[in-house]
């Protein structure tokens, strides 16, 4: 059995949901999960020693506890993948808009853009885990991309669909094709690799998840006692984490 | 009855009292506003290199500038300006000439197209109208006109929304294109294109020809909108850095200030709804002593474009901003390079 340790922010809760729910098909039998959560950007109050990283904060400590069913560190060198659901996803459209506009954004843009995703301290913690353990392999989510009924979603629909918007979709294209290339190659250390949602959990434009997998979703960093029908357009739920789970590690 | 027509002259009107016996620091009465800023006005900022300075301090003091051609919502402020965005009220980079204004105008308004808009190096595509905008250029000659086609209708939204313009003249000196008549802020082979005399030549434009451009700019704008705009123009006291005139660097200089400056002041006198700010003649003040330039001698340093500023919010009923005031205890002037400046490339070619 391979070890998974999935590191998270209220975003875990997806992921909770699914390993502590039925059984995943080709994925329970060959891999065990440990998860560890921590609110915000709490979870910077750690720091690596050796191969473990630890808390040094009460309240992260009691966090990780709290949603690891009692760990209170991370023993890096025990898991063979990492899953990072963390901070904002490279495949999040937001940051190459105007406003909530789609407009022309050029491939030295896109990357200018992208550098500066790189230097968040999500990527950097990342980066630092995945050089611990060089043997392990790393997969940065991020956040899930927000719902299809985000107000953000439906803005850009209206840009997207409708027999006069053929210039955007071309726009939304090409965004998608550099948005792509550039999350494909980026530096952060070699056995780390982005994941995009797979499509099928994507609307048709493939920038927002559907919204059925935001109903029932719950936030890690409330205990995991807050349950959203589907008014929560952050947040995913379990049949999520599942299908993203699948996604990473079936064909490990 | 006086023994002379000077006898009740203001001290402004002398030498003496104006400007030798003045602190260049603090000029009294260079200037007078013809009309007062207002609060909700939206205003449009362009021109040569200096007229960044300009916009970047209105801003600061609050006034409401427009961006018309906001940058992408995860662009770091700090690579903005790479990319064209926040040094104007749009994407144009610096406008060095009326009749490249006068270009821009007719195509956001008229539809005009472009000839020679597409200038390449190394494979990649440069617009020739704004060829500092992209550092590496465009991939496509296709995505450098959905940009451009994207720009102009942004320009087009200021145009007809500002309530007032501010622009800077620059330069009376640039590049046409032989066929078409097309104007370039550099030129041809400076950033991107190919130099190539039997399709290009030099122009330096007379008086007539600055005034014509500038009349036609704003008449093409007066008729376009359904309300009153309000223009400021200033003459950047930044000198040429090179001439293509078969003379003296200085005398092409000298010219085209005094070409720009004249014309500013005709249109000041023909039209009510435009002023002259004096930023040109706060920076050259001799009283000054050249103080006001920086090492390079072209260049206007922090303490110059403060006492610009100085003057002109002095008038409009505000004070410089305080994160622009003036640092007494650093010493450290600068070298007046924090503007964004496709001429200074010319440098290069210098012996």
């Known amino acids: 059995m391979s070890r998974v340790c999935i590191i998270g922010n209220s975003h875990l809760g997806a992921f909770k949901l699914a390993v502590d729910g039925p059984e995943i098909p080709g994925i ?4 065990e999960f440990d998860t560890f959560g921590s609110i915000r950007a709490s979870i910077l109050q750690t720091r690596i020693s050796g191969d473990r990283l630890i808390p040094t904060r009460k309240d992260v400590t009691e966090s990780f506890a709290r949603t690891s069913g009692g760990q209170t560190e991370i023993r890096l060198g025990s898991y063979s993948v990492f899953v990072m659901a963390i901070r904002n996803s490279p495949y999040w459209i937001r940051p190459y808009l105007f406003d909530t506009q789609l407009g022309p954004v050029s491939d030295t843009m896109v990357e200018a853009i992208h550098r500066d995703f790189l230097d968040d301290w999500s990527i950097e913690l ?10 392990a392999r790393v997969f940065f989510v991020g956040r899930p991309l927000n719902s299809q009924k985000d107000f953000l979603a439906r803005r850009l629909f209206r840009q997207l669909d409708g027999d006069e918007n053929a210039a955007n979709l071309a726009i939304k294209d090409q965004l998608l094709m550099r948005l792509n290339a550039v999350a494909a190659n980026i530096p952060v250390a070699p056995n780390v690799a982005m994941v995009r949602p797979p499509d099928h959990v994507l609307e048709p434009h493939g920038l927002f998840t559907l919204s059925k997998y ?9 205990g995991m006692k807050q349950v959203f029908k589907d008014d929560d357009t952050m947040h995913m739920n379990g049949e999520y984490g599942r299908d993203m789970l699948v996604h990473m590690l079936a064909g490990l | 009855m006086t023994n002379s027509p000077y006898e009740d002259l203001p001290g402004r009107a002398f030498w003496r009292s104006g400007v030798a016996g003045c602190s260049p620091l603090d000029l009294r009465d260079i200037y007078a506003r013809r009309w007062a800023i207002e609060p909700d006005w939206q205003i449009a900022t362009a021109g040569s290199c200096f007229a960044q300075h300009i916009a970047r301090y209105m801003k600061s003091a609050g006034f409401s500038v427009l961006d018309a051609e906001p ?3 995860g ?3 700090a690579a ?3 990319f064209g965005y926040q040094i104007y009220s749009a994407r144009y980079g610096n406008i060095y000439t009326a009749r490249q204004l006068l270009q821009l105008i007719r195509e956001a308004l008229h539809g005009e197209r472009r000839h020679d808009l597409i200038w390449e190096k190394d494979g990649r595509f440069y617009d020739s109208q704004r060829p500092g905008i992209e550092p590496n250029g465009f991939e496509s000659p296709a995505e450098l006109l959905d940009h451009r086609a994207h720009h102009v209708a942004r320009v087009r939204q200021m145009l007809t929304g500002m309530d007032m313009l501010i622009f800077t003249l620059g330069l009376t000196e640039t590049w046409e294109h032989r066929g078409s008549g097309t104007v370039f802020p550099t030129a041809p082979g400076t950033i ?3 130099w190539n005399p039997d399709q290009y030549q030099f122009r330096n434009f007379t008086f007539a020809e600055v005034h014509s451009d500038m009349s ?3 008449s093409a704008l007066a008729e376009a909108r359904d309300k009153p705009l309000h223009v400021l123009l200033t003459v950047s006291p930044v000198p040429l850095t090179a001439t293509a005139e078969d003379h003296h660097v200085l005398l092409s200089s000298t010219y085209s200030k005094s070409v720009l400056r004249a014309v500013a002041g005709q249109l000041r006198a023909e039209h009510e709804n435009l002023d002259y700010f004096p930023s040109y003649e706060i920076v050259t003040n001799p009283a000054a002593r050249g103080v006001f330039y920086a090492a390079n001698l072209r260049s206007v340093t922090p303490a110059g474009v403060d006492t610009v500023m100085k003057s002109f919010f002095a008038e409009h009923g505000t004070d410089l901003p305080p994160e622009e005031a003036p640092q007494s205890d650093s010493g450290d002037e600068g070298d007046g390079e924090d503007v964004v400046c496709e001429d200074a490339m010319l440098e290069a070619f210098g012996k």
């Not at chain 1, 935001?214 to 409330?222: F, M, P």
């Open chain 2, 71 to 73: 940058k992408p919502n």
């Open chain 1, 126 to 135: 990342t980066a630092e885990i995945a050089r611990t353990v060089p043997e």
């Open chain 1, 28 to 31: 329970s039998d060959r891999f």
């Open chain 2, 192 to 194: 991107a294109g190919t």
């Open chain 2, 216 to 218: 036609a700019a704003l």
């Open chain 1, 214 to 222: 935001s109903r029932g979703a719950q936030k890690a960093d409330t």
């Open chain 2, 80 to 82: 903005a300006a790479l």
């Open chain 2, 75 to 77: 662009l770091p402020d």
